[in-house]
């Protein structure tokens, strides 16, 4: 009986490293490989230095095209996050490019603005439509929690499903989008023979269909890192991308420390409640 279990146990084990593959290159999605994050896992945490430099790649980079419209500047001051000095936040919002509109002043109209710490971090558009117009009819997403909105498409059959799922819950693994803005990061490369790729559009490896409107935003040596990082496509790639996943998911430092810290008090407590209940019931014959 135990042989024939450990055998079936053997059968799913092989079925579950061998069809998942089989199945996502028959469907056409990309295979997107797991990165090393420091906020992985049970403790990890994230890096303050990778998201201050994966502030300074989307500044510099990708706030030509995208908003972030729901992280405010007083948010990189705050503690879990790149916690800049204030003081430095403050100017950088005061000359951010994006003014913001408020209003109405005693004539009645709207005014321009420059943003202070309170301020959400806006992108170049003041709408989908004029972002659209500029960018060929594409519009760059807000990318405040695009790295919760993304995930890595997996497509095995139905039951091998909840051991994925099973296997995820024991790695604590939650950086899929993470993953996923890294590969689309690297991802560009020319089509391959025979692709049909439509005009204006990119071939990407990790965009679903393989073709995306954005044009490749990082080339080696784009942003100049001050710690020493050595300034690459791979180095921007991942820290835009931790720096996205901590604007997704802000308080993922605290929620991991308080978790740990009601683990550490359920276990006192159960140790409590055990010989509380000795002593009880110590004193009844049964
Ligand atoms: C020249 C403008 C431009 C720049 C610069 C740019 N993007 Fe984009 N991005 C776009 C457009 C346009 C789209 C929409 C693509 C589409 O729908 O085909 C897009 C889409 C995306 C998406 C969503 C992909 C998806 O799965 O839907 C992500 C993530 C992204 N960009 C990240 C970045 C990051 C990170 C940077 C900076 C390193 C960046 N972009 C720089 C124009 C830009």
Not at 80 to 95: M, N, Q, R, T, W
Not at 255 to 271: C, E, S
Request: hydrophobic content about 40%.
């Amino acid at each position: 009986m135990i042989k024939r279990f450990s055998y079936a146990l053997a059968g799913i084990v092989a079925a579950m490293a061998l069809v998942p593959a089989a199945a996502s290159a028959a469907e056409g999605h990309a295979e997107i490989a797991r990165q090393h994050w420091s906020f992985s896992g049970f403790t990890g945490q994230f890096d303050k230095a990778q998201l201050q430099r994966g502030f300074q790649v989307y500044q510099q980079i990708c706030s030509n095209c995208h908003s972030l419209k729901r992280v405010a500047f007083r948010n990189l001051v705050q503690p879990g996050g790149p916690e800049f000095p204030e003081a430095s936040v403050k100017a950088l919002a005061h000359d951010w490019p994006n003014k913001i509109t408020d209003g109405p002043n005693d004539q009645g109209k709207m005014f321009e603005r420059p943003a202070l710490l309170s301020d959400p971090i806006l992108g170049p558009y003041k709408n989908d439509q004029e972002a659209r117009a500029s960018q060929n009819g594409a519009l760059p997403p807000d990318l405040s929690l695009m790295a919760r909105a993304r995930a890595v498409e997996r497509d095995p059959p139905w039951y091998i499903h909840p051991f994925l799922m099973l296997g995820d819950i024991l790695n604590s693994y939650q950086e899929g989008g993470g993953d996923y803005i890294y590969a689309l990061m690297t991802g560009f490369s020319d089509p391959p023979a025979g692709f049909h790729l439509v005009d204006g559009k990119y071939y990407n490896h990790a965009f679903p269909g393989h073709q995306i409107s954005m044009p490749p935003p990082l080339s080696d040596g784009a942003v100049s890192y001050q710690d020493g990082t050595p300034d690459t496509v791979q180095n921007y790639a991942h820290d835009v991308a931790a720096f996205l996943s901590w604007t997704a998911d802000p308080s993922l430092d605290q929620r991991k420390r308080i978790g740990w810290q009601v683990m550490l008090y359920l276990l006192v407590t159960t140790v409590l409640l055990y010989i509380g209940k000795r002593r009880i019931w110590s004193a009844i014959k049964h």
